[in-house]
C-alpha cells in the first residue's frame, strides 16, 4: 500500500512538473511569407491607386487572390536639400475578399534588413463614400497606407463605375521654412486576382496619382500601330482594348514618350486613333522607383509580363546573332569581301528614383559582344572604296512590373580601302571579344536656385583576340585601309531617361611585302537625355575611353 501510494504522488508531481515546463514554452505561430524580402527589393514601384470593377472583372486589377507589393516610405523634405528617404519599408498586402462594401486583406511588413516588423492575417476595411479617405485606416490593424473607397462621379467613365485602392502620397509644403516630414506608399501588382490571366487587365498598370483620376497605360501590352504623325497614337481594336477616356496616360513605347489623351476616335471598324499632348510621368503616378540588375533574359524572367516571358523563353539570351558578308568588289579579275559574324548582349543594372521636385539614377551598362571581321582579297588588281551603313537595329522592350524599359543597339559597319596588287589570295582579320563597360550618375532636382541638374561619367573595356591570316602573293602588295563597326546602344527608361552611348571599334589593317599589321582602335562616349516635368535636359556626349592598341604583326 505504501509502494502504491508512493507511485500515485510520483505520478501527480510528474505531472505537476510537465504542465509547469510546458507553460513556460511559448510556440511562436508560423507565418506565411507570401513573397520573400528579397523578391521585393527589386523592380518598380510607383503612385496612384488600383481598381475594382464588379461589373467586369475584366478590367479590375484587385480580386480574390491579388498580390500587391508595396515600398512604405518615409521621407523628410528641406528647402534646400529636397526630398531623401529616412526610413524604407517593405511589404505585401494579399486580398482575400472584396466586394461593394469593403476588403479583407492580409498584410506583412519588412524593415529594411528584412526583419518581419508587423503581420495581420486578417482585416476588414469597409468601403468609404466618395473620395479616398485615409483617416479610416486609423484603426490599429488596419494597414495605414491605403484607402478603399467609391469611384462614383469621378469624369473617367472606365473608372467612375468601380471602387479604388488608393495609396497613400504625401506632398510637403514647399513653402515650408524648416523640414517637413511626409509618407509615400508605392505600389505594384505582384500576382493577379484568381479570376485573371495578367497583372495589367488591357494595358492598365494603375489608376493615376493625380487629380481627376484616369488610367495609366503601356502601349506595348496592347497592339499598337505604327503612326507618323507626333501627336496620334493608333491602336487595333481587340477584345483587350480600354475604353479610352480624355485624360487617360500612355506610355508610348513606339516613340518613347508619355502622352495624354485629349480626343478619342473611334469610328474606324479596326481601329481607335488617339490625338494626344506631351505629359509627364510625375503627373500620372507621381513618384516612381525602379531598380533592375542582370542580363536581358533575367530582368525579364524576374519582372517581365506574361508575354515577356514568352518571348524570353522563345530566343537565346542573345540581344543579336548575325552573320552576313559585305561584298566590297565582284568582278571577273577581283573579288573583294569583309565576313562578319557578331553575337551582342547586354547587361543593366540601374536604380531610377523620380518623384515630383527630384530625381535621381545611377546605373552600369555592359554590351559585350564576339565580333569577327575578316577580311577577304582574291585577284590580280586593285580598287579603292569606301562605305558605311546600318546593317542591325536589335530591340528589346520590356515592361518592368508594367513600366516601359527599351534595350535598343543601332549597328553600321564601315569600311575604307586602297590596294595595290599584282596577285593576292588574302583572308585577313580578327576575332575579338570586347567587354564595354558604361556607369553613370544623374541627378536633378528644384531648390532656392530653381531646377538644375549635374551628371557624372566614366566608363572602360577590355578585350582579347585571335586571328585569321592567310597570306599568299606574287610581286609588291600595297593594302591600307580601315573595316568594323559602331554601336550606338541605348536604354530608355520609362520615357524618361535615355543614357545613349556611341562605341566604334575599327580594325586599321597594312599588308605589303615585308609585314602585316593590324591595329585595334575603339572609343566609348555617352550622352544621356532626361525629359522631366520640371527639368528637360540633354547632357553633352563625354568620351569615357578610348584605345588604340597593336593587336597582330608578322614578318614575311
Known amino acids: 500500500m505504501k509502494n502504491l501510494s508512493r507511485s500515485f504522488l510520483l505520478f501527480v508531481a510528474s505531472v505537476i512538473v510537465v ?13 506565411l511569407v507570401r513573397v520573400p524580402f ?12 488600383l481598381l475594382f470593377s464588379p461589373s467586369d472583372m475584366s478590367i479590375s486589377h484587385l480580386g480574390e487572390g491579388t498580390l500587391i507589393a508595396f515600398q512604405d516610405l518615409r521621407m ?7 526630398s531623401s528617404i529616412a526610413e524604407r519599408n517593405y511589404g505585401y498586402l494579399y486580398i482575400k475578399s472584396i466586394d461593394g462594401t469593403g476588403i479583407e486583406y492580409e498584410y506583412l511588413i519588412y524593415d529594411s534588413e528584412g526583419a518581419i516588423v508587423k503581420h495581420v492575417d486578417s482585416v476588414f476595411q469597409p468601403v468609404s463614400a466618395g473620395s479616398q479617405d485615409l483617416s479610416s485606416s486609423s484603426d490599429a490593424d488596419f494597414f495605414s497606407g491605403v484607402s478603399y473607397h467609391s469611384a462614383a462621379g469621378m469624369q473617367d467613365p472606365y473608372i467612375s463605375s468601380g471602387y479604388l485602392l488608393t495609396f497613400r502620397h504625401e506632398i510637403p509644403d514647399a513653402e515650408s521654412s524648416g523640414p517637413v516630414s511626409f509618407r509615400k506608399v508605392l505600389f505594384r501588382v505582384q500576382q493577379p486576382p484568381m479570376v485573371s490571366s495578367t497583372r495589367f487587365p488591357s494595358g492598365v498598370i494603375a489608376v493615376s496619382n493625380s487629380i481627376p483620376r484616369s488610367l ?14 507626333e501627336n496620334q497614337i493608333v491602336f487595333s481594336k481587340t477584345s483587350s482594348l480600354p475604353n479610352f477616356s480624355n485624360g487617360d496616360y500612355i506610355f508610348d513605347t513606339m516613340k518613347d514618350s508619355l502622352r495624354r489623351v485629349v480626343s478619342v476616335n473611334d469610328s474606324d471598324p479596326s481601329k481607335v486613333t488617339l490625338e494626344t499632348e506631351e505629359a509627364f510621368v510625375e503627373e500620372a503616378l507621381g513618384t516612381l522607383i525602379l531598380n533592375i540588375e542582370g542580363d536581358v533574359s533575367e530582368i525579364i524572367e524576374k519582372f517581365g509580363t506574361e508575354s515577356d ?19 566590297i568588289v565582284d568582278d571577273d579579275e577581283m573579288k573583294a569581301a569583309i565576313m562578319n559574324k557578331l553575337v551582342l548582349d547586354a547587361n543593366i543594372s540601374l536604380d531610377f528614383h523620380l518623384s515630383w521636385n527630384k530625381f535621381s539614377s545611377n546605373g552600369t551598362l555592359r554590351f559585350p559582344a564576339k565580333v569577327s571581321s575578316i577580311l577577304e582579297i582574291v585577284g590580280k588588281e586593285g580598287f579603292e572604296t569606301e562605305n558605311t551603313k546600318k546593317v542591325a537595329e536589335p530591340e528589346v522592350s520590356i515592361s518592368v512590373c508594367g513600366i516601359p524599359v527599351k534595350v535598343s543597339i543601332p549597328i553600321e559597319i ?11 589570295d588574302l583572308q585577313f582579320g580578327p576575332e575579338i571579344e570586347v567587354y564595354p563597360k558604361f556607369h553613370y550618375e544623374v541627378e536633378a532636382k528644384i531648390d532656392f536656385h530653381g531646377p538644375h541638374g549635374k551628371s557624372y561619367t566614366r566608363g572602360s573595356i577590355d578585350h582579347n583576340s585571335t586571328f585569321v591570316d592567310k597570306i599568299d602573293f606574287d610581286g609588291s602588295p600595297e593594302i ?9 546602344p541605348g536604354v530608355t527608361i520609362a520615357c524618361v531617361l535615355r543614357p545613349e552611348m556611341e562605341i566604334p571599334m575599327g580594325f586599321s589593317a597594312k599588308v605589303n611585302q615585308s609585314k602585316a599589321e593590324l591595329d585595334f582602335e575603339t572609343e566609348g562616349h555617352i550622352m544621356i537625355k532626361l525629359d522631366l516635368l520640371f527639368y528637360k535636359h540633354t547632357f553633352a556626349k563625354t568620351k569615357v575611353f578610348s584605345q588604340t592598341r597593336n593587336i597582330y604583326s ?3
Open 76 to 82: 523628410e523634405w528641406a528647402p534646400e536639400e529636397g
Open 309 to 327: 516571358r514568352s518571348f524570353a523563353e522563345s530566343v537565346t539570351t542573345n540581344l543579336i546573332t548575325k552573320e552576313w558578308e559585305v561584298s
Open 554 to 556: 608578322k614578318e614575311f
Open 19 to 31: 504542465f509547469s515546463l510546458s507553460s513556460c514554452i511559448v510556440v511562436d505561430n508560423p507565418v
Open 414 to 424: 564601315f569600311y575604307g580601302l586602297e590596294t595595290q596588287i599584282e596577285s593576292i
Open 38 to 49: 528579397e523578391e521585393l527589393k527589386g523592380g518598380a514601384y510607383y503612385g496612384g491607386g
Open 216 to 229: 495609366v497605360i503601356n502601349s506595348s501590352l496592347l497592339v499598337q500601330e505604327p503612326s507618323a504623325i
Open 480 to 488: 591600307e585601309g580601315k573595316f568594323g563597326f559602331k554601336f550606338f
